[in-house]
């Protein structure tokens, strides 16, 4: 991981990266944020010592496979419970700002 | 109140006997609540932990047979899902949620007739070693409450070692059960990943988080695991397999049971009065008839990176559903959805839970996911294969839950690289999906908790609960408690 070694992260990056995760972050954040990162992530580029050639990752554990429940309907919860912790709702829906570009 | 601080045991037994009512537990739990100055509590409500009270009672004088759990006050870490309660899992963005369904720990413990106390403050989304990330003011140590109680499930084990339940429950992803349970002197159980159904604990980390119990002691922690186990057809990871008497586990003698101890969790780090009650603890294993092997797990100095890199990838993705749509908080600049999106979490969300997006982002984002997130998979297969070379060698792995006591307020709060590195012990049995408990051990010199560690393999909670419990009746720490107003 040499890439990670010679640029943990700089100021650009961690930008595009809170826009990927839909975050705004304030002026006075990114400096902050930028260096606990730097930090964090070069504790994590010990992991290119490691030797892995061969091993195969783990995603999960305990579960050796996905069982597949029988396919009948069943009852979930009842829509209006379901929209009664909404911001803003309407003709039984969730209501969002406009996000279709002109 | 005298019943309160007994077993939770003792007083499922007095109220299934007859000796005490649901109501007069719920009233002495209350009564501790109001007084309590240790921040525990996010949702509080006397009015319906009495009304559940009086209907365990009722239930009672029908004649209608008594859940196993029957009238004891048990806390539920805030989060869980409560169809009657708010859950806010300590954020902000939450304020004021209210599920639609219970958690399926919460309605086997309802269908236990366990009577509620409310919801318990954590680390905003569990993510936290302190509980200095609750948006809600942290819990306070009830050793020392100029100190942290650890997290993240800080309220779960404070409630307990304060005497404001019985019982709790809390959930652990890297050590957020069992660290917090060592700090606050309480027996802190998570269970193998599989064991308890996770419908209904909102999603930190999926593929390490697990629910798990709080107890004074170790029966009542392993009461509460028997009743909250089992394969849940709302959770495809929830495993169906036989659940075993885990209170009756409690008692067999361990003797022959070989016990690992593994040298890398006695390096540099690990505070010299830590040491040396766990060294004591030890030997009293060993005066118990068991036998110390010796072991290295060579790949545990690589937990902490492999944790950060795995559990941030899953807390990015599960948190992307805390968008202002669905529920909870929406703050909305009136230009479009994505100022919407931004301007919603930026307002809802804390410090630690942002930057635990932004790194779960980068990790996952184009360029950086082999170098990173299939590289920290790689090296998690590493440390479950270091757990399997180990109980090729031995039943048991002990050694101390918490390299440190509970550290003053503010120590660790500029440095979130420190505070991570404070879970070292206890992430690599959460990233092998294993059991783990911590015990009350020995006190620091100056009176604070430290909690011993046992880890056992998969499904065999059963062990660990005989050795826990074997380990509790020498240790110096059995009985102790902070002083309760």
Redesign the interface.
Known sequence: ?S??RSAP?DRA??LH??K???????DD?VPV?TE??V???A??????E?S?DG?????????DR??L?EDVPHVT?PRA??L?????TAGGG?V????VDE | MELLDSSLLDAADAVRAGKISARELADAAIARIERDDTHAYLDFDPARTRAQAISVDEKRARGEALGPLAGVPIGLKDVLCTRDARTTCGSKILEGYRPPYDATAVAKLRAADAVFTGKLNMDEFAMGSSNENSAYGPVKNPWDKSRVPGGSSGGSAAAVSAGLALGTLGTDTGGSIRQPAALCGVVGLKPTYGRVSRYGLVAFASSLDQIGTFAADVRGAARLLEAIAGHDGHDATSVARPIDEYVGACGRDPKGLRLGVPAEYFEAGLEPEVKASIEAGLKAFEGLGCTLVPLQMPHTKHAVATYYVVATAECSSNLARFDGVRYGLRVDPGKDLEAMYGATRDRGFGAEVKRRILLGTYVLSAGYYDAYYTKAQKVRTLIRRDFEAAFAKCDAIVGPTSPSVAWPFGAKVADPLAMYLADVYTLPASLAGLPGISVPAAPSASGLPVGMQIVTPAWDEARMLTLAHAFEQVSPAKGKRPARS
């Open positions: 991981m890439e990670t992260i990056q961690v990266v809170a990927l995760a839909r975050l705004t972050l304030h954040e944020v606990q990162l930090k964090i992530l504790h994590i580029a010990q992991l290119g490691v892995t091993v195969e990752p783990t995603a999960q554990v305990g579960v996905l069982p429940r919860v419970e379901a009664a912790a909404a911001p803003e969730f969002v700002p406009t996000f």
